[in-house]
């Protein structure tokens, strides 16, 4: 059994399932703070720590936004993919943690010509998960984009047809060789930030100050 959290509200971290998961556990483990439960093991939600003033909620990646945005959790992290997607309105974003990196990048098809595609004026197709990230980018360049939104498997968009390009996260490559597609441009470093809800900031300062500090010394060690 876990202890039971305080009278009062725990402050509450909100995470996801996988690499931002297992990237912060360091991170809280250097500020001496446990998780409980393994939600690898565990169908639990809500995971208790061994302090029993914080807790730790499990949602989606790209919900870890909505739920500090609003004040279902005080705390979360989140990828700046998914801030930039989301809105980074409302959001106090302290820190960067320097986890989960890699980057947000345009790939094509190892025989389409890119080069020409995105002449001045042109008009390309791109599938993404990331509309806003895409559309900003490719209006910056002053290329029209027709954009197929997507929620997985970016990389068959081109090779059926579907898109010329996609806008996708990469970190080693590997997925885009062994699928024959090059990536032609890279459109930001990606890494994951801290984010806390701006009214829990002032109602609980102390608390919320002394874990944005313990993971600003985690972060930099
Ligand atoms: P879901 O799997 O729930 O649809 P997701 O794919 O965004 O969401 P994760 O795969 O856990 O969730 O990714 C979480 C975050 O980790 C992303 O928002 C991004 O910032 C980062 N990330 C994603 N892919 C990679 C990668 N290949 N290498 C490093 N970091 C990544
Ligand atoms: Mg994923």
Sequence with gaps: MNPPNPP?????????????FDDTLP?????GIEVLDDPERSRKLILATSRADLRVV????SDVPTYVQYGGADL??????????????GLYQPLDLGIARCRMSVAVRE??????AVRQGSRIRVATKYTRIASEHFADKGVHVDLIKLYGSMELAPLTGLADAIVDLVSTG???????????????????R?????????LQREPIRALIDAFARA???
């Design 111 to 116: 025989d389409f010509d890119y080069a020409a």
């Design 27 to 31: 991170l809280l483990a250097a500020a």
């Design 76 to 89: 979360g992290v989140a990828g700046k993919d998914v801030l930039l997607e989301h809105g980074e309105q």
């Design 8 to 20: 009062g509200r725990p402050l509450t971290l909100a995470l996801s399932k996988g690499r931002i």
């Design 58 to 61: 499990l949602v989606r990646a």
């Design 174 to 192: 590997k997925t885009l060789v062994a699928n024959h597609l090059v990536e032609v441009e890279r459109i930001m470093d990606i890494s994951s």
């Design 219 to 221: 972060a930099a060690a």
């Design 194 to 202: 801290l984010i806390v809800n701006q009214a829990a900031l002032k």
